[in-house]
């Protein structure tokens, strides 16, 4: 496995870490900022329509750089937000703040599961992007429970503060490990990349994306208080139960990564009937504590875990390129975008387990999206001479992971 691979993980676990912080802090912030429960809500829904709307534009902007160049732009404009979002003075300036670590982390996904892509060959592209997408899992793990530790030992700021640290190591791993580039090497063009746009089929795997995360998101978003306000565990055991949580997502990733390659749209079915049963067990049973944490670790195994055989299905309905990748990645967090924003509005209409119901019934349309291609006859097996940059043709395919 190409050591940039490790590098491209640490990056995308300093993305993921600034992202999921918000939802470790709910409270915290609410009170620094003079704000409401629901509207530290919707600063995770600004991370998102960031990252959704403005991710691609920043990708298509750093496209004719090379590849480790583009990174260091991104990281930098990445830092930039996470210091506006230590030293933001109200709602509006943190607001700000995470439009633009959103626009960036948005970018980064899409420019490194790229080379991700890029470095390996296509049997094992997998793997690689797998071991990458480690980085995401683990900021679950470790990243969201660290950073809340921190923010609520030493304030929500030095969460942010300790965040932008490690985008200065991260950026430092990446200057030593990844090697350089070309840009021809790098993908496509800009006109290239675009034209796979106009096959249906890529648009019916994107929304099926949108769908598995939007339903977990429901969840995850709404964490902190669900656990606290309708389970009763403590402020102080919060950040264990995400480290729980975490640890379940890590096992996911590497379940789904080892079957996403031959089986990937039956995984993908598979995911969202146990998510919907997992979902529809917590809002059931969230007033008891075992059969919460339960279905909550259930939530983690079976969510974003997911993405490997999410980015398997786009990046053979459409190619490995980083603005299908970007785009993918913007589908993934208009997931996200539905999820806490409804999940807000559900909040305040019937009460902390609507956003639960929500997440149910957004993994039941998932199912119905994925049915096409669970009913299609597997595509021929790729040939594994063809370059990186090339996709294989069709979603049930033999081995290529994304």
Same mark, same amino acid.
């Given at each position: 496995?190409?050591?940039?691979?490790?590098?491209?993980?640490?990056?995308?676990?300093?993305?993921?870490?600034?992202?999921?912080?918000?939802?470790?802090?709910?409270?915290?912030?609410?009170? /620094?900022?003079? =704000?409401?429960?629901?509207? *530290?809500?919707? @600063?995770?829904?600004?991370? #998102?329509? $960031?990252?959704? !709307? +403005?991710?691609?534009?920043?990708?298509?902007?750093?496209?004719?750089?090379?590849?480790?160049?583009?990174?260091?732009?991104?990281?930098?404009?990445?830092?930039?937000?996470?210091?506006?979002?230590?030293?933001?003075?109200?709602?509006?300036?943190?607001?700000?703040?995470?439009?633009?670590?959103?626009?960036?982390?948005?970018?980064?996904?899409?420019?490194?599961?790229?080379?991700?892509?890029?470095?390996?060959?296509?049997?094992?592209?997998?793997?690689?992007?797998?071991?990458?997408?480690?980085?995401?899992?683990?900021?679950?793990?470790?990243?969201?429970?660290?950073?809340?530790?921190?923010?609520?030992?030493? /304030?929500?700021? =030095?969460?942010?503060?300790? *965040?932008?640290? @490690?985008?200065?190591?991260? #950026?430092? $791993?990446?200057? !030593? +490990?990844?090697?350089?580039?070309?840009?021809?090497?790098?993908?496509?063009?800009?006109?290239?990349?675009?034209?796979?746009?106009?096959?249906?089929?890529?648009?019916?795997?994107?929304?099926?994306?949108?769908?598995?995360?939007?339903?977990?998101?429901?969840?995850?978003?709404?964490?902190?208080?669900?656990?606290?306000?309708?389970?009763?565990?403590?402020?102080?055991?919060?950040?264990?139960?995400?480290?729980?949580?975490?640890?379940?997502?890590?096992?996911?990733?590497?379940?789904?990564?080892?079957?996403?390659?031959?089986?990937?749209?039956?995984?993908?079915?598979?995911?969202?009937?146990?998510?919907?049963?997992?979902?529809?067990?917590?809002?059931?049973?969230?007033?008891?504590?075992?059969?919460?944490?339960?279905?909550?670790?259930?939530? +983690?195994?079976?969510?974003?875990?997911?993405?490997?055989?999410?980015?398997?299905?786009?990046?053979?309905?459409?190619?490995?390129?980083?603005?299908?990748?970007?785009?993918?990645?913007?589908?993934?967090?208009?997931?996200?975008?539905?999820?806490?924003?409804?999940?807000?509005?559900?909040?305040?209409?019937?009460?902390?387990?609507?956003?639960?119901?929500?997440?149910?019934?957004?993994?039941?349309?998932?199912?119905?999206?994925?049915?096409?291609?669970?009913?299609?006859?597997?595509?021929?097996?790729?040939?594994?001479?063809?370059?990186?940059?090339?996709?294989?043709?069709?979603?049930?395919?033999?081995?290529?992971?994304?």
């Amino acid at each position: 496995m190409p050591r940039a691979v490790y590098v491209l993980a640490l990056g995308i676990f300093a993305m993921v870490t600034s992202e999921f912080v918000v939802a470790g802090l709910m409270p915290q912030m609410a009170d /620094g900022l003079d =704000a409401t429960i629901p509207q *530290i809500g919707y @600063l995770i829904t600004a991370f #998102a329509v $960031a990252m959704a !709307a +403005g991710g691609p534009f920043l990708t298509v902007a750093v496209m004719k750089l090379p590849p480790r160049t583009a990174l260091m732009v991104l990281f930098a404009v990445f830092l930039a937000g996470n210091v506006l979002a230590a030293t933001a003075t109200g709602y509006p300036v943190m607001m700000a703040a995470r439009i633009v670590t959103g626009i960036a982390s948005q970018a980064f996904f899409g420019v490194g599961i790229s080379l991700c892509a890029q470095l390996t060959r296509p049997e094992v592209r997998g793997r690689a992007i797998a071991v990458a997408m480690n980085g995401l899992m683990l900021g679950t793990l470790l990243g969201l429970p660290l950073s809340t530790l921190v923010g609520e030992r030493f /304030g929500w700021r =030095a969460a942010f503060w300790t *965040i932008s640290a @490690l985008t200065l190591v991260a #950026a430092g $791993a990446t200057l !030593a +490990g990844v090697e350089r580039l070309d840009r021809a090497r790098a993908g496509g063009g800009f006109r290239e990349e675009l034209g796979v746009f106009k096959n249906p089929r890529l648009w019916l795997a994107l929304s099926t994306s949108t769908l598995i995360i939007g339903a977990t998101f429901a969840a995850f978003s709404y964490l902190n208080p669900i656990l606290t306000a309708l389970t009763g565990f403590s402020t102080g055991t919060v950040p264990v139960l995400l480290i729980a949580y975490g640890a379940a997502t890590v096992v996911g990733n590497t379940v789904v990564g080892r079957f996403a390659d031959r089986h990937t749209v039956p995984v993908l079915a598979l995911g969202l009937v146990l998510n919907l049963v997992f979902l529809t067990g917590f809002a059931l049973l969230a007033d008891l504590p075992a059969p919460a944490v339960v279905c909550m670790m259930g939530i +983690g195994l079976v969510g974003v875990t997911m993405n490997p055989a999410m980015a398997t299905r786009v990046q053979r309905t459409g190619n490995a390129g980083p603005l299908v990748n970007t785009v993918h990645s913007s589908f993934i967090t208009l997931g996200i975008i539905l999820a806490s924003s409804l999940g807000a509005l559900v909040i305040d209409a019937w009460g902390l387990r609507a956003p639960l119901w929500l997440g149910a019934a957004m993994a039941l349309l998932g199912l119905v999206t994925v049915l096409p291609d669970l009913t299609r006859r597997p595509a021929p097996a790729p040939d594994a001479s063809r370059p990186a940059e090339v996709s294989a043709p069709g979603p049930d395919s033999a081995p290529i992971r994304s």
